[in-house]
């Protein structure tokens, strides 16, 4: 569907809906009546202690986490921390605010007690008191915990939509749990009012994200059709029992693969002639128009008026945080809310047009939206608006006084309170946020004709402009560095690209590349793909000692004049290099997984870092080492500070990183001024030979850099003893780096320095305010991912007593999802290890480990043809029975029961580079970086996929000597520094002392 990320302002532009004089005088109306009413419980709650204020945080982390916490202690310290980092000074003067502000008999007894300071009570006190008013706060937007007592409580109402709400399914077993709820739901519907017609009789809402354990675009032809029975037996049980069936609108991502599944079931003809099934439209997305013209298309085809309800959209933050973090071209959503109000208006008259194919449901709180719905809408028949349960009862009241024959269905979620903390967060947000219409409607000061504008007007003052605070993903860095362009493959054209560019694939032929010449006398090797061992990748020709030679002798000469260059023309390289390869980002992509086994996923987002190294140090020798430094000291003195190249570098890279690491190294050291001399991984020359390439065509002499793969037994002796030698950069097993160490520590000459990066034993520890099916998604990433060939991929998972057997089942039922085979099919998670030897040392050590009495648990091995290791899960009793580090995709789980007990013995293990904490407790996240002594620390995610300059990545002891990639101090390792003092006087005089103005003031 076209518009995905279309441009902002163009498309509204384009855009435009009838205005009737009217609609102002409504919506103040029912601003005005509404605000006379005594708002609820919530919105009152809400409005006294704002989301912007740290008390409005609290209430929301409390919401979040404490009904999951199992055990009273980790509750009593979570409520500690997150009253102790809140300011409680003026409850004394808001709780009475409150009290006068609701009538609830429970809020007047609360603010008693609370009167004092909450961290005066006692912890059991505090905890019993907090619980109630989490249950109730989440009462307020759930219905009930079953769906009996939810159809009790909805009696009040005439029509109701009921959604049996969860988290989206990580299992196979949780997903088959909801789509029993979902059943059930419906049995116990049909009992309802059973003579009135399907407009007037419960429905059901369902998430598609339930209702499989791998909805994503990834899995898409394996979703369709596991999906699409299901939610058929679903559509049809409403059918036979009169009830309707929405499906809800989730992230935008997903949109595709939810309207192919719902055409399928569309098309079942049983429905035809059907008015009950119906769609979620999301206005803040580009696409609804779109959307809306496609379900008219399926109506028709199908011989049903499907039910279309039009909503602004639920996961606003989540679509702007996905573009910018994967530097997409653009956002799905709009940037301001002006604007999802002006397409949900113009959305809403495309619907009231088509009335004969669709039956419109307006789901909004906003008093504007719907006084301009009802006035665009010549009748208000065959139609509906619909609330949340929770929100805009009283406002709905307002509205049906004063449009007696508009009809309101409430969307009532159901289900146990700790199972809805997503939904509750998410309604929480929803009111407490500032640009919310509910949020301002129950704030007084926010005058009344802030809230009935119309928002084109609005809009078409600013010229549609997008809002300056969301900068597209590409400026997301500033004017001075530009953000990798990204590709999104739930984008069917930009994946199609790619497919186009594996099938065109094109053999590589590499050679050593020394002055600019291509060498071909040494042995020639042949590089096959990981995954299809038969196919040819390309081939390589091994450097011979004496090209080594050549190579050095040629970067030596050549460093001196290239390190005088001015600093722009060494950083104008590095920038047109990344800019080349965003150009061929296709062929990048192919290379990269044809050669290392890549995912597409991981591909692209290598070849994203290779360029964001290129522009990042371009910027940062650019803005902070291109001039010399005149420092302070006495009269009579110029001081100047200037840093220089060190000669020749020696940079050696991994094959896990092939194109990235390899290109971060080299790039770092030529725009500090050195030479360099660039040995790739044995496994993977292909990707350097062309990176190297590129960097010659965007200028960098064929002298300054030369490109020599070679046998790792050759290089030592050559290499580390050459007396041009500047420094070493080395990325790879610690024991090497150690290797690495004596060598040069043998040399004769200058002392050079070693950047090392080397591996870890990475760990992830979960306490129990975890909120464990994130924590399940982030352990799968961190360990299996790029099948654990990530220096930073996680080794070792810890999790409490209580938590051990409740999350060890659910991962391994994660596992059990993970798809492991051929890397070019998008739904692959799990590629190939790198060779066949990676291959047998993992699969000796799962069977070492199994012959010990470990508990293992593997996933079956792949039928095809390659170096396949299955992603494996060993529960270890103690560290120490950790081995060395397991370069792939193998994860140990140790059960604790002491906190800091755990984090000291990782401490112990020696390494240092990547650790996660899963934790609710804001003590536990501030002193982290004390506690563990590791160079990346993760909170409350997966610990890969550092970005750079933002994540600068690295470790310390074991792993590494730092400084950091991608960070603030990497540059300077690559040069050496410089102080010329001059003494001014001896030229005459210092001329600027004495010509300073005896008029000068402080
Ligand atoms: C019956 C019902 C069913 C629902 N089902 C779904 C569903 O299936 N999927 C789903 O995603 N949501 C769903 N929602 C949630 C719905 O998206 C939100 O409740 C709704 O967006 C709030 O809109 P409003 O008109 O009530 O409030 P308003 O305050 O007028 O609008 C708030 C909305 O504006 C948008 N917005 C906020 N800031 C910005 C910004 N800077 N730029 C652009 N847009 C912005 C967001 O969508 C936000 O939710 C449903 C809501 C109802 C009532």
Same mark, same amino acid.
């Given at each position: 569907m076209k518009n995905y990320r279309a441009d902002e302002t163009r498309y509204l532009e384009g855009l435009t809906y009838h205005k009737n004089q009217k609609v102002e005088a409504d919506a103040r109306h029912i601003i005005e009546n509404t605000r006379k009413k005594t708002p609820s419980f919530v919105s009152s709650l809400l409005h006294t202690?704002? =989301? &912007?204020t740290q008390q409005g945080k609290a209430l929301m982390y409390l919401s979040e986490a404490l009904l999951r916490i199992p055990d009273n202690e980790t509750a009593n310290l979570f409520l500690k921390d997150t009253f102790q980092a809140t300011d409680w000074e003026d409850l004394k003067h808001k709780l009475p605010d409150l009290k006068r502000k609701t009538s609830l008999f429970a809020v007047k007894t609360f603010s008693q007690v609370l009167q004092r300071s909450p961290l005066s009570l006692t912890d059991t006190a505090l905890q019993k008191i907090v619980k109630i008013g989490t249950k109730f706060v989440a009462r307020n937007f759930i219905l009930g915990e079953t769906i009996d007592k939810a159809i009790q409580r909805s009696s009040r109402w005439k029509n109701t939509s009921y959604d049996m709400l969860g988290e989206a399914a990580l299992t196979e077993g949780e997903a088959e749990a909801y789509f029993q709820r979902y059943k059930q739901a419906i049995f116990a519907l049909e009992k309802t009012q059973s003579s009135l017609n399907l407009q007037e009789r419960p429905g059901i809402s369902v998430k598609l994200s339930a209702l499989h354990p791998r909805y994503t675009y990834l899995h898409r032809d394996r979703v369709v059709q596991e999906l699409t029975p299901r939610l058929d037996e679903l559509v049809s049980l409403c059918h036979q029992k009169g009830l309707s069936l929405t499906v809800d609108a989730e992230e935008a991502d997903t949109l595709d693969l939810s309207l192919e599944i719902i055409e399928k079931v569309a098309r079942n003809p049983a429905f035809k002639g059907w008015d009950g099934l119906g769609l979620a439209v999301q206005a803040y997305q580009k696409r609804a128009q779109g959307l809306i013209d496609w379900a008219h298309n399926m109506a028709l085809v199908t011989h049903q008026r499907l039910q279309i309800r039009l909503v602004k959209g639920a996961y606003w933050d989540t679509e702007i945080k996905r573009a910018q973090e994967l530097g997409l071209d653009g956002y799905p959503v709009f940037t301001r809310k002006m604007h999802t109000d002006m397409n949900y208006l113009a959305c809403a008259e495309k619907l009231l047009g088509l009335r004969t194919t669709l039956y419109p449901m307006f789901a909004t709180h906003n008093a504007h939206s719907i006084a301009a719905i009802v006035h665009m809408a010549d009748d208000l028949k065959d139609l509906e608006f619909q609330r949340l349960h929770g929100m805009g009862e009283l406002l709905y009241e307002v509205v049906k006084e004063k449009y007696p024959t508009l009809s309101c269905r409430v969307y009532a979620p159901v289900g146990p309170h700790k199972e809805l903390l997503p939904y509750l967060v998410r309604r929480i947000l929803e009111n407490g946020a500032n640009s919310s219409f509910m949020n301002k409607i129950v704030d007084d000061n926010t005058p009344v004709e802030d809230l009935i504008k119309d928002p084109q007007s609005r809009a078409r003052k600013l010229n549609y402009r997008p809002h300056p605070k969301i900068p597209l993903p590409k400026d997301l860095y500033g004017s001075g560095r530009k953000n990798a362009y990204g590709l999104d493959l739930s984008d069917d054209s930009q994946r199609l690209r790619l497919e186009k560019a594996l099938k065109n694939f094109h053999p590589v032929e590499a050679f050593p590349i020394v002055q600019g010449k291509r060498l071909s006398d040494g042995e020639k090797i042949t590089i096959r793909s990981p995954f299809q061992p038969m196919s040819r990748v390309g081939t390589c020709f091994w450097a011979q000692k004496e090209h080594i030679h050549a190579a050095f002798e040629s970067a030596t000469s050549a460093q001196t004049a290239w390190a005088k260059d001015p600093m722009h023309v060494r950083a104008a390289c590095l920038q047109k290099a990344a800019d080349d390869i965003e150009e061929k980002y296709d062929e990048w992509v192919a290379l990269c997984m044809k050669e290392a086994g890549k995912t597409m996923g991981d591909a692209i987002a290598e070849i994203r870092e290779a360029i964001d190294f290129c522009r990042y140090y371009a910027h940062e020798a650019l803005s902070k080492f291109s001039d010399p430094r005149r420092l302070p000291g006495p009269a009579g003195e110029d001081n100047i500070y200037t840093l220089h190249g060190r000669g020749v570098f020696v940079c050696i890279s991994p094959w896990n990183f092939p194109m990235a690491i390899f290109m971060g190294q080299v790039v770092a050291a030529l725009v500090a001024g050195n030479a360099v001399l660039a040995k790739p991984a044995g496994p993977t020359p292909l990707i350097a030979y062309r990176v190297v390439e590129t960097l010659h065509q965007a200028g960098v002499p064929q002298d300054v850099l030369h490109f020599i793969p070679c046998q790792p037994q050759d290089i030592g002796p050559l290499l580390f003893h050459h007396p041009s030698l500047g420094g070493v950069a080395f990325t790879g097993s610690t024991s090497t780096a150690k290797e690495v160490t004596r060598q040069l520590a043998e040399r004769e000459g200058a002392i050079v320095p070693l950047i090392a990066e080397t591996g870890g034993q990475n760990a992830m520890v979960l306490d129990t305010s975890a909120h464990i099916e994130l924590a399940v998604k982030d352990v799968l990433a961190s360990a299996f991912q790029s099948a654990g060939q990530?220096? &930073?991929? =996680?080794r070792l998972v810890c999790v409490p007593d209580s938590l051990y057997e409740v999350f060890t089942e659910r991962l391994r039922g994660a596992m059990d999802q993970l798809q492991v085979g051929d890397p070019c099919q998008i739904s692959t998670d799990v590629g190939p290890v790198i060779h066949a030897a990676a291959k047998a040392g993992l699969s000796a050590y799962v069977e070492k480990m199994k012959n010990k009495g470990l508990a293992v648990y593997t996933l079956p091995a792949p039928s095809e043809e390659g170096t396949f290791v299955p992603p494996t899960l060993i529960e270890i009793d103690h560290m120490k029975q950790l081995e060395g580090e397991m370069f792939g995709p193998i994860l140990h789980v140790l059960r604790y029961s002491n906190y800091q007990d755990v984090l000291d013995q990782i401490n112990g293990l020696g390494f240092g580079l990547t650790f996660g904490l899963q934790s609710r407790i804001q003590k536990r996240m501030n002193s982290l970086s004390n506690d563990i002594h590791v160079g990346n620390i993760y909170v409350n995610r997966n610990i890969v996929g550092a970005v750079v300059g933002v994540q600068p990545f690295g470790g310390q002891g074991l792993s590494g000597t730092g400084p950091k990639a991608g960070g603030p101090y990497y540059l300077t390792r690559f040069m050496t520094e410089r102080v010329t003092s001059i003494n001014i006087l001896a030229q005459g005089g210092d001329v600027a002392l004495l010509s300073i103005n005896d008029e000068d003031r402080d």
């Amino acid at each position: 569907m076209k518009n995905y990320r279309a441009d902002e302002t163009r498309y509204l532009e384009g855009l435009t809906y009838h205005k009737n004089q009217k609609v102002e005088a409504d919506a103040r109306h029912i601003i005005e009546n509404t605000r006379k009413k005594t708002p609820s419980f919530v919105s009152s709650l809400l409005h006294t202690f704002p =989301l &912007s204020t740290q008390q409005g945080k609290a209430l929301m982390y409390l919401s979040e986490a404490l009904l999951r916490i199992p055990d009273n202690e980790t509750a009593n310290l979570f409520l500690k921390d997150t009253f102790q980092a809140t300011d409680w000074e003026d409850l004394k003067h808001k709780l009475p605010d409150l009290k006068r502000k609701t009538s609830l008999f429970a809020v007047k007894t609360f603010s008693q007690v609370l009167q004092r300071s909450p961290l005066s009570l006692t912890d059991t006190a505090l905890q019993k008191i907090v619980k109630i008013g989490t249950k109730f706060v989440a009462r307020n937007f759930i219905l009930g915990e079953t769906i009996d007592k939810a159809i009790q409580r909805s009696s009040r109402w005439k029509n109701t939509s009921y959604d049996m709400l969860g988290e989206a399914a990580l299992t196979e077993g949780e997903a088959e749990a909801y789509f029993q709820r979902y059943k059930q739901a419906i049995f116990a519907l049909e009992k309802t009012q059973s003579s009135l017609n399907l407009q007037e009789r419960p429905g059901i809402s369902v998430k598609l994200s339930a209702l499989h354990p791998r909805y994503t675009y990834l899995h898409r032809d394996r979703v369709v059709q596991e999906l699409t029975p299901r939610l058929d037996e679903l559509v049809s049980l409403c059918h036979q029992k009169g009830l309707s069936l929405t499906v809800d609108a989730e992230e935008a991502d997903t949109l595709d693969l939810s309207l192919e599944i719902i055409e399928k079931v569309a098309r079942n003809p049983a429905f035809k002639g059907w008015d009950g099934l119906g769609l979620a439209v999301q206005a803040y997305q580009k696409r609804a128009q779109g959307l809306i013209d496609w379900a008219h298309n399926m109506a028709l085809v199908t011989h049903q008026r499907l039910q279309i309800r039009l909503v602004k959209g639920a996961y606003w933050d989540t679509e702007i945080k996905r573009a910018q973090e994967l530097g997409l071209d653009g956002y799905p959503v709009f940037t301001r809310k002006m604007h999802t109000d002006m397409n949900y208006l113009a959305c809403a008259e495309k619907l009231l047009g088509l009335r004969t194919t669709l039956y419109p449901m307006f789901a909004t709180h906003n008093a504007h939206s719907i006084a301009a719905i009802v006035h665009m809408a010549d009748d208000l028949k065959d139609l509906e608006f619909q609330r949340l349960h929770g929100m805009g009862e009283l406002l709905y009241e307002v509205v049906k006084e004063k449009y007696p024959t508009l009809s309101c269905r409430v969307y009532a979620p159901v289900g146990p309170h700790k199972e809805l903390l997503p939904y509750l967060v998410r309604r929480i947000l929803e009111n407490g946020a500032n640009s919310s219409f509910m949020n301002k409607i129950v704030d007084d000061n926010t005058p009344v004709e802030d809230l009935i504008k119309d928002p084109q007007s609005r809009a078409r003052k600013l010229n549609y402009r997008p809002h300056p605070k969301i900068p597209l993903p590409k400026d997301l860095y500033g004017s001075g560095r530009k953000n990798a362009y990204g590709l999104d493959l739930s984008d069917d054209s930009q994946r199609l690209r790619l497919e186009k560019a594996l099938k065109n694939f094109h053999p590589v032929e590499a050679f050593p590349i020394v002055q600019g010449k291509r060498l071909s006398d040494g042995e020639k090797i042949t590089i096959r793909s990981p995954f299809q061992p038969m196919s040819r990748v390309g081939t390589c020709f091994w450097a011979q000692k004496e090209h080594i030679h050549a190579a050095f002798e040629s970067a030596t000469s050549a460093q001196t004049a290239w390190a005088k260059d001015p600093m722009h023309v060494r950083a104008a390289c590095l920038q047109k290099a990344a800019d080349d390869i965003e150009e061929k980002y296709d062929e990048w992509v192919a290379l990269c997984m044809k050669e290392a086994g890549k995912t597409m996923g991981d591909a692209i987002a290598e070849i994203r870092e290779a360029i964001d190294f290129c522009r990042y140090y371009a910027h940062e020798a650019l803005s902070k080492f291109s001039d010399p430094r005149r420092l302070p000291g006495p009269a009579g003195e110029d001081n100047i500070y200037t840093l220089h190249g060190r000669g020749v570098f020696v940079c050696i890279s991994p094959w896990n990183f092939p194109m990235a690491i390899f290109m971060g190294q080299v790039v770092a050291a030529l725009v500090a001024g050195n030479a360099v001399l660039a040995k790739p991984a044995g496994p993977t020359p292909l990707i350097a030979y062309r990176v190297v390439e590129t960097l010659h065509q965007a200028g960098v002499p064929q002298d300054v850099l030369h490109f020599i793969p070679c046998q790792p037994q050759d290089i030592g002796p050559l290499l580390f003893h050459h007396p041009s030698l500047g420094g070493v950069a080395f990325t790879g097993s610690t024991s090497t780096a150690k290797e690495v160490t004596r060598q040069l520590a043998e040399r004769e000459g200058a002392i050079v320095p070693l950047i090392a990066e080397t591996g870890g034993q990475n760990a992830m520890v979960l306490d129990t305010s975890a909120h464990i099916e994130l924590a399940v998604k982030d352990v799968l990433a961190s360990a299996f991912q790029s099948a654990g060939q990530r220096c &930073s991929a =996680l080794r070792l998972v810890c999790v409490p007593d209580s938590l051990y057997e409740v999350f060890t089942e659910r991962l391994r039922g994660a596992m059990d999802q993970l798809q492991v085979g051929d890397p070019c099919q998008i739904s692959t998670d799990v590629g190939p290890v790198i060779h066949a030897a990676a291959k047998a040392g993992l699969s000796a050590y799962v069977e070492k480990m199994k012959n010990k009495g470990l508990a293992v648990y593997t996933l079956p091995a792949p039928s095809e043809e390659g170096t396949f290791v299955p992603p494996t899960l060993i529960e270890i009793d103690h560290m120490k029975q950790l081995e060395g580090e397991m370069f792939g995709p193998i994860l140990h789980v140790l059960r604790y029961s002491n906190y800091q007990d755990v984090l000291d013995q990782i401490n112990g293990l020696g390494f240092g580079l990547t650790f996660g904490l899963q934790s609710r407790i804001q003590k536990r996240m501030n002193s982290l970086s004390n506690d563990i002594h590791v160079g990346n620390i993760y909170v409350n995610r997966n610990i890969v996929g550092a970005v750079v300059g933002v994540q600068p990545f690295g470790g310390q002891g074991l792993s590494g000597t730092g400084p950091k990639a991608g960070g603030p101090y990497y540059l300077t390792r690559f040069m050496t520094e410089r102080v010329t003092s001059i003494n001014i006087l001896a030229q005459g005089g210092d001329v600027a002392l004495l010509s300073i103005n005896d008029e000068d003031r402080d």
